[in-house]
């Protein structure tokens, strides 16, 4: 009997334990739903050795797996792969566990030179495929938490890892925008983006991560890298009355990035700037930037870098606002209560963008609270604000509805001009956005928008004009290196007159564009020193270019309706940021746009050799509905570059062109709301652009002041603008009316900014010219003899100071004094008589100006006291707008009375304005 158990073990022996031809024992072992903890154990078993381990290392593992002939080496390394353990074993056959890192048996060569201090990430790298050893430092009196990320391996190939997350509001779940992160002990550190992520390239081991914020609590957690990981970091508001605070922030994303003529405005910057009537506007203090204006007070657009307004792609969550103004450009069409904040791109245009070739007003909205209720509110002398919040499924999905509207009919009334007593002016405006998220990966948000403007200056006309927008977003992270971004958006943009009289010819007038988009984008960080961002877009256009209803049934008019317009847009973009060296990084991008214009639509025929006229039309062109009338491609480069002088000082390049396929046709001085859009076709080629950007950037003090220098040179080709004396209301044959041209336009921007302290601001000087010139190949159509002329927004010189002073910590002073060179207008020269009748005689198309541009503004701002349990917090603004009461003209205009030709000017605000604004939030 013992014989044949003998027998026995020597057999099953056998079947478990073998020998490698180098002499290495193998094992074969069944480890069949098992938990780990069981694995390690029947291991210990049959290798006749001993593990050493924390049992809740080993919690929630099973294992279903079978080797045969394996070393134990390979068997354990195969059983830890999903894991954060690694194994030692010694030579007395004890194998110890530990989690993230390894143990060594040996020192590398430099562990006992004496360290140097660390000032930049380059410093205390670690080699690859060197032991990543952690020093114990004397203990710290602040309690810190500690994170080991990633599974230290024996071949270690990186000497960084990407260490990503985001930082959200412990109390209420909203991710935190702008949130300083730093590495202390090293110049490095990052802001979080809108949706509170945030990304930093680490050495491996031991690193510091600190978050530090006003209002914020100071967190330091002490990081243990060992591989690419996340760490989310969850912050506590800390609000009350402090003697004084003063905030440092390491951030250097102006020096650091390639963007050429970028800005971003956030909300509360706009809070304490003083504007007309105390509304906060962040378009209006994007005016007070270099290399942005409007052509004056009272209109609507806005003009980036010598271009047109209607070269600026303004974007609400994706979605194309065609008008963003209300109340003839006074203010914005947005309420600023549900702005989150602005980035406008007016060099390097990033390659996802494309359709305008100026400028990008990317607009992000506020994120709806998920945990608690708020709401607030804003009451100024002419406009009331709200904006609410409430979570629907706690920590899950808010709602977030904005309410807007005026009530500044009495202004009008108030102004001492007769003709103005029957005048009106209102409008409102409503957002509302919902954001969902979904689980970790998966975010949703839905947003609906809609503004209505009415106005009369006269007593038998009524204007009106609406914006409408729908946009939905899906973001889904697919891998921790990919993001995708879907999203799907709807803008409609409409205006109508509606005229009255006592002669049989009231009408309405109307116009109406539609737009559709459909984008998918990914955003990819390929490895250390690629980040791609890949995709694609679409968009279908609608155009009722205008109509006439005549009213009334003894009407004299006759019915007008101009066939609709069709196109759709595509494009294709890429762009990769690629880090050369820690000094050297590139921006490159590519779009390819296709655009086609499609019927149904009857095109003219006209006669070669001779000017576009009625007279000229020799046949006629039909397309049924959608057949392809016209296509054009447009290659699109998109190419930056920043180099680092110094940690704080860089040299940034780019050179970007561009495509545009929708017009503005106008023959107004300045932009109307009644400006009717015009999609290109086989008269009306895309608009085109080139710009390059030359800039040095410089952090003084710490980062307390920014200093920027930046010069630019834009071509322009195929510029869309209306002949002396054109007609292009309701006209059919749209290109009878207008010419084609180049532009140019260049300039000196000049920014010093400080950031910190009680005294803030910012100095901004611009030096810009902006030409056009309208040649053809008859001279009867060719302006100003086909010789390059001023845009109507050529303002060469143009200044602006904003400062802030805070008196105490609940109340500051606020200044803004703003310069401009007055823009070009067309003057009448004399007049002269023909064929019995007299006629006026102008000037070249603007060849004078008006006089020049001057305002000073002053605000003084309260705030409440800001202890935490308070049940709202409240804030008063006053200010004075044109305290100098300058009578700044809008326009210049002449009657002829009497037999003689008088100028006139019309101005908007000619004294001083007063306001009080009460702000509140629950």
């Known amino acids: 009997m013992r014989l044949r158990i003998l027998l026995f073990y020597l057999f099953v022996t056998s079947q478990l334990v073998s020998f490698s031809q180098e002499g290495e024992v193998l094992y074969s072992v069944e480890l069949n739903n098992l938990t780990l903890k069981e694995s390690l154990i029947k291991i210990e078993r049959e290798a006749k050795v001993n593990f050493y381990f924390a049992d809740q290392w080993l919690d929630g593992f099973m294992v279903n797996k079978s080797y045969s002939n394996k070393s134990l080496d390979f068997i354990l390394n195969d059983l830890f792969e999903n894991t954060r353990l690694n194994f030692f074993i010694s030579e007395d ?71 990503s997350g985001v930082v959200t509001d412990s109390d209420t779940g909203r991710p935190i925008a702008d949130q300083a992160i730093v590495v202390v002990g090293r110049n490095v550190g990052t802001v979080t983006n809108s949706d509170g992520s945030y990304e930093l390239v680490l050495p491996p081991g031991v690193s510091v991560i600190e978050a530090i914020g006003l209002g914020i609590e100071n967190k330091r957690t002490r990081v243990i890298l060992y591989d690419d990981g996340v760490l989310d970091i969850n912050l506590s508001t800390q609000v009350e009355e402090l003697d004084e605070v003063e ?23 706009s809070k304490d700037i003083p504007l007309v009537l105390g509304e906060r506007d962040v378009l209006k203090v994007a005016t007070l930037q270099p290399g942005i204006t409007t052509t004056g007070e009272g209109s609507s657009g806005y003009n980036v870098r010598g271009g047109k307004t209607d070269q600026n792609l303004v974007l609400l969550e994706e979605g194309v606002l065609y008008n963003p ?78 309410a807007r509207g005026t009530y500044s009919d009495w202004v009008l009334r108030s102004l001492n001009e007769v003709e103005l007593n029957n005048s009106e002016a209102s409008f409102y405006d409503f957002i509302l956005k919902y ?137 294709l973009f890429i762009s990769d940021q690629f880090e050369i060296n820690d000094k050297l990084l590139l921006d490159l991008g590519f779009r390819l746009s296709l655009f086609s214009a499609l ?26 509905n959608n057949e392809i009338i016209k296509t054009y491609l447009g290659p699109e480069f998109r190419l930056a570059a920043r180099y680092l002088l ?160 805070k008196l105490s910590q609940r109340i500051s002073l606020s200044s803004n004094f703003i310069y401009q060179t007055g823009r070009p207008v067309t003057f009448p020269t004399g ?42 917090h409240s804030f008063w603004s006053l200010s004075v707008y044109n305290v100098l009461g300058r009578n700044n003209p809008y326009s210049v205009f002449f009657v002829n009375q009497e037999g003689e030709i008088k100028a006139l000017q019309s101005s908007i605000f000619n004294i001083p304005v007063p306001s009080i604004t009460y702000n509140i939030s629950f």
Not at 543 to 556: A, C, M, R, T, V
């Open 93 to 163: 056959s004890r194998i110890i566990l530990t989690q993230n890192n390894l143990i060594y048996n040996e020192l590398p060569n430099l562990f006992f030179k004496k360290d140097s201090t660390t000032t930049s990430l380059e410093d205390n790298i670690t080699p690859a495929n060197t032991p990543i050893l952690i020093r114990k430092n004397r203990p710290s009196q602040t309690r810190m938490n500690t994170v080991r990320i990633g599974k230290e391996v024996k071949r270690q190939t990186k000497n960084r890892y990407t260490l």
């Open 247 to 269: 905030l440092q922030l390491e951030t250097d994303d102006n020096v650091t990035d390639t963007d050429t003529g970028k800005t971003q405005i956030t909300q509360e910057e």
């Open 325 to 402: 103004t209300h109340f003839f450009g006074i203010f914005q069409a947005l309420n600023p209560l549900a702005i989150s904040s602005v980035d406008i791109y007016k060099g390097n245009i990033p390659a996802e963008f494309g359709g305008r070739i100026s400028s990008v007003f990317d607009i992000k909205t506020k994120d709806a609270d998920i945990n608690e209720f708020g709401a607030d509110i804003s009451v100024g002398p002419v406009t009331a604000n709200v904006v609410v919040e409430t979570p629907i499924v706690k920590e899950k999905s808010g709602l977030m509805v904005g």
């Open 435 to 571: 954001n969902h998220k979904i689980d970790d990966k998966n975010d949703l948000q839905a947003v609906a928008y809609y503004s209505d403007d009415k106005f009369s200056i006269t007593s038998d006309s009524l204007f009106g004009y609406s914006n409408r927008l729908v946009s939905l977003k899906w973001e889904r992270e697919l891998s921790k290196n990919r993001k995708s971004t879907l999203s799907l958006a709807n803008s409609q943009y409409k205006f109508n007159i509606d005229y009255e009289n006592t002669m049989n010819d009231d009408f309405i007038q109307s116009f109406q564009i539609d737009e559709t988009s459909l984008k998918y984008k990914i955003d990819h960080e390929l490895n250390e020193r690629h980040n791609l961002t890949y995709g694609v877009q679409g968009k279908l256009y609608g155009i009722f270019p205008g109509k006439i209803e005549p009213q009334g049934p003894d009407n004299l008019l006759m019915p007008i309706d101009i066939p609709k317009e069709q196109g759709v847009e595509a494009g």
């Open 599 to 624: 019927g149904e639509a009857d095109k003219f025929v006209y006669a070669d050799g001779t000017p576009r006229s009625e007279s000229t039309v020799i046949d006629t062109v039909s397309y049924g």
């Open 646 to 805: 110094s940690e704080d000082f860089s040299i940034k390049a780019s050179l970007n062109n561009t495509f545009q396929y929708i017009h503005t046709l106008s023959n107004n001085t300045t932009v109307s709301p009644i400006d009717i859009w015009k999609l290109s076709d086989n008269f009306i080629e895309p608009q085109q652009a080139i710009q390059a950007s030359l800039g040095l950037y410089k952090n003084l003090d710490n980062n307390n002041y920014e200093l920027s220098l930046e010069g630019f040179y834009k071509r322009q080709f195929n510029i869309l603008d209306f002949k002396t004396g054109a007609d292009i209301q309701l006209n059919e044959a749209i290109e009878t009316e207008v010419l084609q041209g180049t532009g140019k336009a260049y300039g000196v921007e000049l920014l010093l900014k400080k950031n910190q302290g009680d005294l803030t601001g910012w100095l901004g000087y611009t030096y810009s010219r902006s030409f056009f010139k309208l040649e053809s190949d008859f001279l009867e159509e060719q302006v100003n003899d086909g010789r390059y002329f001023p845009s109507n927004f050529d303002k060469p010189h143009d200044v602006s100071l904003v400062v802030n002073y």
């Open 831 to 872: 007049n002269y008589q023909f064929n019995g009748g007299e006629f006026v005689l102008y000037s070249d198309r603007n060849q004078f100006r008006i006089p020049d541009y001057y305002r000073l503004d002053i605000g003084l701002n309260f705030e409440g006291n800001h202890k935490k349990n308070k049940l709202a």
